[in-house]
Nanobody
Framework: VQLQASGGGLVQAGGSLRLSCAASGRTVSSYSVGWFRQAPGKEREFVAAISWSLGSTYYADSVKGRFTISRDNAKNTVYLQMNSLKPEDTAVYSC????????????????WGQGTQVTVSS
């Protein structure tokens, strides 16, 4: 399976963006998918995840209430709706398939897609 993230851009603080993670090769509905982000000089950090079985969602505390992860199985795509964006949300956002273990750690994921840059100006 290959993943491709898109939808990033430059937005003012308080604005919104919707990121897409499109899958090819296999149907994404059979997998749990996570979004991570990495800012310059920082470690990659968990943002959100959605499970394949029940569609349960998981969020980092820093984005809870502002970001929403969802999936459209017909389009083989997972989305990340980001509202009330803050300058500290600036990062490269990537999606990946959850393989094993906790949803919150990058080591639990594989098949990382190329990321998309999100820049939030103050």
């Amino acid at each position: 399976v290959q993943l491709q993230a898109s939808g990033g851009g430059l937005v003012q603080a308080g604005g919104s963006l919707r990121l897409s993670c499109a899958a090819s090769g296999r149907t994404v509905s059979s997998y749990s998918v996570g979004w991570f982000r990495q800012a310059p000089g920082k470690e990659r950090e968990f943002v959100a995840a959605i499970s394949w079985s029940l569609g349960s969602t998981y969020y980092a505390d820093s984005v809870k209430g502002r970001f929403t992860i969802s999936r459209d199985n017909a389009k083989n795509t997972v989305y990340l709706q980001m509202n009330s964006l803050k300058p500290e949300d600036t990062a490269v956002y990537s999606c990946a398939i959850h393989i094993r273990g906790s949803f919150y750690y990058p080591a639990a994921y594989d098949y990382w897609g190329q990321g998309t840059q999100v820049t939030v100006s103050s």
